[in-house]
């Protein structure tokens, strides 16, 4: 513990081997502080605090963070539970973490005091406060209402076991015991049956959908396989005699289409037209290009003559910057007088600012003057008042009590304090003083404004003066302005002159391109006559063509048209031949293919569509393949039917096990049961016990859930247990808490482990028989060395004879605890 409650310093409180204890010292010391630690690490709460909002209790004074960690062991398990707390700025108190870890075997504890992180500890089973609640369960095995009425007992509520109502008991015991694992079977056995019949439903679906799937179709489906590979073997027969009418009918109609290519190609030889003008093109078009050479040469030379005209007629550049001094002397002329101006203006605003702020300064010395006199004035009227002050109490004859002359007549007390108006004319003096030293600031900064400003204007005047001087000894040694807008009016116009020039030189040239083209051109249209003529030649070199004429290109393609007209006339009967022997060869080949056709037919399929041989034995193979895969599915779907029946017959039978399962156990028979044995294994217990310590007066007793004890020193009468005294309730309430955790431990199964109680209640109640049958019983029960038992007392004689006692002492900082014993 760490800032947590009373303990400010780090506190480490070790009950290692410590299997019967007690938490002793003063009241307020903080004994129940350490099992509000033990409640506060693992819950979140204390049960004094009053729920969660409490949570601002766990800091202690004036602290800002509270750290709790707990190593505890839970069924063979070790787990260490860590929570802190934070206030912040605005003084609210929150969970700033929480977190909930398997240790690994052998860990030393030790190093939890080094501050290590909680990602060090071992295995994260919760790592935030809404993490911690279920975690906490799983590892603990009771909420925290069923903790702290079982294992840790606070003050104040030793006895809600006692006076709980039945149902609030019962399921203390449920979750003790376990119980609530028979209702998850119930509830997995109903889950069970829904889903057998949910499954039925499906498998019924699938026999039904497997109807056709019978021994006898099996047989017929095999029966037709075996007809369809009869038919593939045959057509693979036959498919070689197709396969050579077809090479035979193919041969015949390359022969004709030969024939037929000779006449296109012969037919085809057409002289193209215009081949006439192709030549004078060529020639009409080299003398314009010619021409336009000429003229290139000739706006050449023209562009020529006047670039060296222009050169001779001087520099523009430096004629403009000539014209441009006259230009800005002018300008320089017209601005002197307007700097003049402003000089003077700026003159007479400064000697006026200076004078205006002589006068302020004036002022203010005539104020502080004045205001030095009603400071003085101030202090003579606090003369005359203090005189005036002791005139109230002189009488003619006393003797003055400054100079000590008697008195012989007392002057009249003023009606009104001297220091008073002193005091008002001296503020008005102030005021004055304040007011004309502020005017007096105000006018001495214009001054200097103006003075400024003044001496700013002088020196732009200056500058000018000095610029204007420049520009007209610039401008003596330079020619006139209309001698200068002359020369640049005659260098504009040669300017003009070379630029048509370049205009004509690029005219020209661009004529020269464009008939260069046109050469071009016409050229290229001879070349590709040629060529084509070319072309249609070498395709019908196989005939044997006449030679060409290369200097004519009309001849030569007239002889060659002539010629080729010839010889497609001779090739006509050879085509007639030709086409008579592919029809021949046609017939031939349906015939084979009708054959086979014929086959598919008779097999009782129908014919293929295909007519090539490959498509032939394709069509009869994926019948054979489509009749082994009928075959085969049926086979499958046969044997899927029989599995669909033994699964049905099997969910029959899980599906009436689990439907009587959920039964029997719906009605709560065997929990009520269940909890009937438990209650009265408990009572039994708890009655010995309480027998032990009452001298044999009392012994427990249950009715429908209800606690009642038996008075044997009253005839045996039954009283219920809120008519017990205070002493007598907690005899009874430790009796039932001591039962809890010795008679319950050998039931549970693995919802709680109960191995340890911790009791803080009222043994200053109990008279001294009684504390002793109560050590004893104690005693007895931690000796047994199964049970870790604490008790948190301030009663001397208990605590003494307990072998284990943690001291617990506060001092003005924080609490200690100390262990003294064993």
């Not at 729920?51 to 602290?63: K, M, Q």
């Not at 063979?76 to 240790?103: C, E, H, I, P, S």
């Not at 047994?784 to 943690?806: I, K, N, Q, S, Y």
């Amino acid at each position: 513990m760490a800032g947590f409650t009373v303990f400010r310093d780090q506190t480490t409180v070790d009950f290692t081997d410590a299997d019967y204890f007690a938490l002793v010292g003063p009241t307020g010391s903080g004994k129940s502080t350490v099992l509000d630690a033990i409640c506060f690490a693992l819950y979140g709460t204390v049960p004094r605090w009053g729920g969660t909002r409490g949570i601002g209790n766990a800091l202690a004074p004036s602290a800002a963070e509270a750290r709790v960690r707990l190593v505890f062991e839970s069924a063979g398990d070790r787990f260490v539970a860590t929570r802190v707390v934070r206030r912040d700025g605005r003084g609210n108190v929150k969970t700033a973490g929480a977190g909930l870890q398997l240790m690994p075997p052998g860990f030393d504890v030790t190093k939890l005091d080094t501050g290590m992180g909680l990602e060090d500890l071992g295995e994260v089973l919760a790592g935030t406060p809404a993490e911690m609640d279920a975690a906490v369960l799983d590892a603990v095995g009771l909420p925290y209402e069923q903790f702290t009425s079982c294992v840790v007992l606070p003050q104040g509520q030793f006895a809600d076991f006692l006076h709980a109502k039945p149902a609030t008991r019962q399921q203390i015991l449920v979750n003790l015991l376990g119980l609530h694992v028979y209702e998850e079977v119930q509830v997995k056995a109903a889950e069970r049956g829904k889903g057998a019949e949910a499954k039925l439903t499906v498998v019924e679906q699938q026999l039904g959908a497997l109807e056709d799937a019978t021994d006898e179709a099996v047989e017929q489906a095999a029966a037709h396989f075996e007809r369809m590979r009869e038919l593939t073997a045959a057509v693979e027969a036959a498919v070689p005699g197709l396969r050579s009418a077809r090479e035979a009918e193919v041969a015949a109609s390359e022969a004709r289409d030969a024939v037929d290519a000779e006449l296109a190609a012969l037919g085809s030889v057409r002289a193209p037209e215009g081949l006439s003008e192709a030549a004078g093109a060529v020639s009409a078009a080299r003398a314009a290009a010619d021409r336009a050479t000429d003229e290139v040469h000739a706006a050449e030379e023209a562009e020529e003559k006047v670039r060296g005209e222009l050169a001779a007629a001087g520099d523009p550049g430096q004629l403009r910057v000539a014209l441009d001094r006259h230009t800005e002397l002018t300008r320089l002329i017209e601005q002197e007088e307007w700097f003049a101006g402003k000089v003077s203006v700026a003159d007479v605003e400064h000697r006026d600012a200076l004078a205006a702020a002589e006068l302020a300064q004036a002022q203010h010395m005539g104020a502080q003057q004045l205001l030095e006199q009603a400071r003085q004035d101030y202090r003579d009227a606090q003369q005359r008042d203090r005189a005036a002050a002791l005139r109230g109490h002189l009488s003619a004859g006393d003797a003055c009590p400054v100079c000590e002359q008697t008195v012989t007549a007392v002057p009249e007390v003023p009606r009104e304090s001297a220091v008073r108006l002193a005091e008002q004319a001296g503020n008005v003096a102030k005021q004055e003083a304040e007011s004309a030293q502020a005017r007096w600031r105000e006018r001495d900064a214009v001054a200097r404004n103006a003075a400024f400003d003044l001496e700013r204007k002088r020196g732009q005047y200056e500058h000018h003066l000095t610029r204007l001087a420049e520009v007209r000894k610039a401008v003596e040694a330079l020619p006139g302005v209309e001698a200068l807008q002359q020369r640049l009016a005659e260098l504009g116009a040669l300017q003009r002159g070379l630029e048509s020039a370049g205009a004509a030189v690029r005219a020209a040239r661009e004529a020269q391109r464009k008939a260069h083209t046109v050469v071009k051109a016409a050229e290229e249209r001879q070349r590709a006559a040629w060529r084509t003529f070319d072309v249609v030649r070498d395709g019908l070199a196989r005939f044997g063509p006449p030679p060409a004429d290369r200097d004519d290109l009309a001849g030569a393609w007239r002889a060659l048209v002539d010629w080729a007209s010839g010889e497609h006339a001779a090739r006509q009967a050879a085509r007639v031949a030709a086409e008579s022997a592919v029809a021949a060869a046609h017939q031939q080949t349906v015939r084979a293919r009708a054959d086979i056709v014929d086959l598919f037919t008779a097999a009782g399929v129908a014919g293929p569509s295909s007519a090539d041989e490959a498509g032939l034995i394709r069509a009869a193979a994926v019948t054979a393949e489509r009749a082994e895969a009928a075959w085969r599915r049926l086979t499958e779907r046969r044997a899927e039917a029989l599995a669909a029946i033994e699964q049905r017959d099997a969910l029959l039978r899980a599906s009436r096990v689990a439907k009587s399962l959920a039964g029997h156990l719906r009605a709560n028979n065997f929990e009520r049961w269940l909890l009937e044995e438990a209650l009265d294994l408990l009572v039994d217990g708890a009655s010995r016990i309480l027998r032990e310590l009452t001298g044999g007066q009392y012994e427990l007793m249950h009715e429908k859930g209800e606690f009642f004890v038996v008075d044997h020193h009253d005839a045996g009468l039954r009283r219920g247990v809120r008519t017990l005294s205070g002493g007598e309730t907690f005899q009874a309430s430790l009796a039932l808490a001591l039962a809890l955790s010795e008679q319950l431990a050998g039931m549970s199964t693995t919802a709680a482990s109960l191995e340890s109680i911790v009791l803080d209640e009222g043994f200053g109640t109990l008279d001294a028989a009684t504390l002793d049958v109560v050590a004893a019983t104690l005693e007895n029960l931690a000796a047994r060395g199964d049970r870790m038992v604490g008790l948190v007392t301030h009663v001397h004689a208990l605590a003494e004879r307990v072998p284990v006692r943690f001291e617990v002492h506060k001092d003005a900082r924080t609490a200690h605890v100390e262990r003294v014993g064993l």
